[in-house]
């Protein structure tokens, strides 16, 4: 039979439940705050059970794994949280007993959508009242904008290393305490500039002053006195000798730091290698000094003529157009050309402007200060001027030149008056004596005997000679006077018409032609060529001699923007030492009797050749027959 309880059991045993009830309110509200606290939280909350299932989550979590409610991820083990592979922790709290409290880590999770983003974890065990383990509380942060921040901050802290070490300046830090300075910190770059290691310059704090050059010493120290002083300086070039002894230039450049007062804290300087910078601005400065003595002391006027002004000119220049230099820079650039000229120099300028096709060298009337007309000639060419286009012009003076074509012209028209005066008033008498002498041996030359017919036989040579002569005169005073037709010709028709002419010359003496059959079409005056060709080969006939079998060839090279021609016989040949003097007037061989030559054959070959902008020569040997060879351009101005 059971007993029953003392009034004192009960009442020990009323007040142990009454210490229990207040115990389980005590802890329900603790629950209850801890529960709103964990609801109110920022951070995603989730707590387990030791197989990982999720008993609980806080509104935070919904929120940040995009959950829609509770129902929708209770029961789930928290290993879904996690992108695949990434961790195993929360798969069950079991194997995790011993890890320490409150450890935080970085995983990759994952939300509803399976989308991942980085969250940091901080997690705990979870015990009963009797200390017994039954599960795992876990706290999650989204760091995606702490990560981005990071990488952001990463690939600039890379792309600042990767500036930094492409930096070969020498840069270096002052700190300063009431106007001293107190520190100086030594990049490493310091050594590829000065040879001087941080070390060195730890060991010596007056080396940055020592390795100065002397002359520039006092400058360096007056500027850091004036850097110290809070004076805003500019950067100073300077040199300096390198732990090597080789004298540098740099540039020394300083960026101040002040505090909020405007008291300097410290500074930096930046030391940059200017020495190749230093020699070529010297080397630049050489040559322009050289260039500004060669244009100031040029015998040809040179200015710069930019929008329609005179923006440069040199001492001739000015000498020239009669101005003092300084009158003419910002003088617009027609007033010193003659009105009638005026069209032509601006049209030549828009031409050369616009990069068309102009002459580059052109004569024009020039207008002086005092208005006296001038002749020039000019040579000019477009370039860049200060950034823009600009012509620069060369000038030469051929005033003095013109009057004197103008004054030979006027000799060159009276000779030629001359000669024709001469050449008819001795045509007549020799027509005169011709018409007699042949009357004489027609009518008298029985009562003349033999040496009255001998006599005037010798007067009818005389005269036809001189008939020649006077003919010849006038064909060589002609060349280069008389207006030429210039035209496309074929050399082979040219060559045709004079062996035809001289068919019967040629067949007298057995004498062979060979024309070559690769003669070019010519741009030339055929009249004067044909003259050429024939004086030519009149000329190898008289000095074939008594050769075997007498040839005479005609031979055509092409010479690129030249054509060249030669004739050549197998006759007498010529001394070396007459090859000049065979081209002069009224000069002729002794070696052979030449009754009905003037001397003057190839001398109107060379003056026709040149007048042609060609060259002729020979190439022969005494007893070797000759060649005359001439040129003629392909294209040639009139």
């Not at 006027?301 to 820079?329: H, M, S, T």
């Not at 004569?363 to 860049?384: F, M, Q, V």
């Not at 062979?512 to 741009?523: H, S």
């Not at 050769?547 to 010479?559: N, S």
Request: charged content about 30%.
């Amino acid at each position: 039979m059971t007993r029953k309880p003392t009034h004192e059991e009960l009442e020990q045993r009323v007040k142990a439940l009454e210490k229990e009830v207040a115990e389980f309110s005590r802890t329900k509200e603790e629950l209850s705050v801890a529960y709103d606290a964990l609801n109110s939280s920022v951070s995603g909350v989730i707590i387990t059970n030791l197989d990982g299932q999720i008993r609980y989550v806080n509104s935070a979590f919904l929120t940040m794994f995009e959950y829609e409610d509770k129902a929708a991820v209770l029961g789930e083990n928290a290993a879904v949280l996690f992108a695949t592979g990434t961790v195993k922790k929360f798969s069950g709290v079991k194997a995790i007993i011993d890890e320490k409290e409150g450890e935080t880590e970085e995983f990759a999770a994952q939300r509803k959508d399976g989308t991942t983003f980085p969250v940091e974890v901080s997690s705990s065990n979870v015990s009963d009242d009797k200390r017994n383990i039954v599960g795992r509380i876990a706290s999650f942060i989204d760091i995606a904008g702490r990560k981005q921040a990071e990488e952001a901050l990463r690939e600039s802290e890379r792309r600042y290393r990767h500036i930094t070490d492409a930096i070969t300046d020498y840069i270096y830090t002052v700190r300063v305490e009431d106007g001293h300075p107190v520190e100086t910190i030594h990049r490493p770059a310091c050594v590829a500039v000065t040879g001087y290691t941080e070390d060195d310059f730890k060991a010596n704090p007056h080396l940055w002053i020592q390795m100065v050059h002397e002359e520039d010493r006092r400058a360096v120290e007056e500027q850091a006195a004036q850097i110290l002083s809070g004076v805003k300086v500019g950067p100073i070039e300077h040199r300096i000798f390198r732990k090597d002894g080789v004298m540098r230039w740099i540039r020394n450049e300083f960026v101040p730091y002040y505090d909020s007062q405007g008291k300097l804290l410290s500074y930096d300087g930046l030391i940059r290698d200017i020495h190749e910078q230093k020699i070529a601005e010297e080397a630049l400065r050489e040559s322009e000094k050289k260039y500004s003595t060669l244009v100031e002391n040029s015998l040809t006027g040179i200015y710069i003529d930019q929008d329609e002004k005179i923006v440069f000119a040199n001492n001739r220049f000015a000498e020239i157009y009669r101005y003092p230099r300084e009158e003419l820079i910002g003088i617009e650039s027609w007033k010193l050309v003659h009105p009638d000229d005026r069209n032509l120099t601006m049209e030549m300028r828009t031409k050369r402007l616009k990069g068309e096709d102009a002459p580059s060298e052109y004569e024009a009337r020039g207008l002086t200060k005092d208005g006296e007309t001038i002749w020039i000639n000019r040579r000019n060419a477009c370039i860049e001027y200060k950034g823009k286009p600009a012509i620069l012009g060369n000038i030469v003076d051929i005033t003095e030149k013109k009057r004197a074509e103008e004054e030979l012209r006027k000799i060159n028209e009276e000779l030629k008056n001359f000669v024709h005066v001469v050449s008819h008033d001795l045509k007549n008498p020799i027509i005169s004596i011709q018409g007699f002498s042949s009357r004489l041996l027609k009518k008298y030359q029985d009562k003349l005997g033999e040496k009255g017919r001998s006599y005037l036989e010798l007067i009818n040579a005389g005269a036809r000679r001189m008939e020649v002569l006077v003919s010849d005169l006038l064909a060589l005073s002609s060349i280069g006077r008389v207006v030429s037709t210039f035209k496309d010709i074929p050399s082979l028709e040219i060559l045709r018409n004079v062996t035809s002419g001289l068919e019967d010359r040629l067949k007298e003496k057995g004498i062979e032609v060979v024309v070559a059959d690769n003669l070019p079409t010519i741009y030339c005056d055929g009249e004067r060529i044909y003259q050429v060709f024939e004086n030519l080969l009149v000329n190898a006939t008289k000095f074939m001699g008594a050769a075997k079998d007498p040839k005479i060839e005609v031979v055509y090279e092409d010479r690129g923007d030249f054509h060249q021609f030669y004739v050549k016989d197998n006759g007498i040949g010529i001394d070396p030492n007459y090859h000049k003097e065979i081209f002069e007037m009224f000069h002729r061989l002794g070696e052979i009797e030449d009754k009905t030559g003037t001397g003057l054959g190839l001398a109107i070959v060379d003056r026709i050749v040149r007048n042609h902008g060609g060259k002729v020569w020979v190439e022969s040997e005494k007893g070797q027959g000759a060649a005359f060879h001439f040129t003629l351009p392909k294209h040639f101005d009139l």
